[in-house]
């Protein structure tokens, strides 16, 4: 996997000026092993409930990312250890995530890349509300399912095809 965010953005500002390709604001931090990572858009619409998040990263990921609008929650975390484990196992090449996350040393010590707002200790509700592959905004940028999502040291960009 070979690309720059920065590249993606000096090559393409045709595609920055008409909105098919759009830079996250750098809210998030990185945790993970894999600092570079892309693929193409799993969306998920939850708050403060990740039920639907580790239904979603029990299936084959495919080297998709799953991006997840959770409402810039920060009293709660979407995704832990054992879901970061779930998703390395099942193929995701990585999670971005609206909201918080926890066990970030666990998060750390897998082969993942995972963006979010920050971390805290408190786990989410369990009750399964929420949507999956539905238009979200995260941060004030659209995102579609099978939007393309590349992350790097730079930061976050979402482009309507396949750059790079």
């Not at 720059?4 to 750098?26: I, K, S």
């Not at 238009?135 to 482009?159: E, F, K, M, N, T």
């Amino acid at each position: 996997m070979t690309f720059a965010t920065t590249d993606l953005c000096d090559d393409h500002p045709e595609l920055l000026e008409d909105g098919r390709l759009a830079v996250l604001p750098p809210l998030f931090r990185h945790y993970g092993q894999q600092v570079r990572f892309c693929g193409s858009v799993t969306t998920l619409k939850v708050f403060e409930d990740n039920a639907l998040v580790r239904a979603t990263l029990e299936a084959p990921g495919n080297g998709n990312v799953l991006v997840i609008d959770g409402g810039a929650s920060l009293r709660r975390a979407l995704v832990g250890g054992q879901l970061a484990l779930l998703a390395q196992n099942n193929g995701w090449s990585g999670i971005v995530v609206d909201g918080c996350v926890r066990d970030s040393d666990e998060i750390n010590a897998c082969a993942i890349g995972v963006r979010a707002l920050g971390t805290h200790p408190r786990k989410s509700s369990k009750l399964g509300a929420g949507e999956r592959n539905v238009r979200i905004c995260v941060s004030g940028v659209a995102v579609q399912p099978g939007d393309w999502l590349y992350a790097d040291a730079d930061g976050i960009v979402v482009a309507q095809q396949k750059l790079a």
